[in-house]
């Protein structure tokens, strides 16, 4: 699979519990690439979340340690042709989604804090 440069992607992750995870690619210009998503801060995977960036040196095929299911390119997302996007100010956009985590998971579902709410935002 050939990710565009210059683009932003949704990825499909399975999880074991029949549920999906469903981080941001960020592609630059130049291919690098990045994983931006709503994840637990520490490893009790039910304890607070926050938003996480994490750079994919070996590249966006690598964003999960599982299967990825798909990558669905975001079309509303360009860049090129005179048009710069600027990775820090994406990354404030991913931050101020959700901008403090309740204590725990299970209270974030319950508010509506998930992945994917923080993919349409």
């Not at 931006?36 to 009790?44: D, L, Q």
């Amino acid at each position: 699979v050939r990710l565009v440069r210059g683009s932003l992607y949704v990825c499909t992750v399975p999880l074991l519990n029949g549920k999906f995870h469903w981080p941001l690619i960020h592609i630059t210009n130049n291919g690098v690439a990045s994983r931006h998503h709503w994840a637990a801060v520490g490893p009790n995977p039910q304890g607070r979340e926050t938003y996480m960036q994490q750079a994919l040196p070996r590249g966006p095929l690598t964003a999960s340690a599982t299967q990825i299911l798909g990558y669905f390119k975001v079309t509303a997302y360009q860049s090129g042709d005179g048009v710069a996007r600027d990775l820090g100010g994406f990354k404030e956009v991913c931050k101020s989604v959700f901008p403090q985590s309740y204590p725990t998971a299970e209270e974030n579902r319950q508010h509506n804090m998930i992945c994917p709410a923080a993919s349409w935002h």
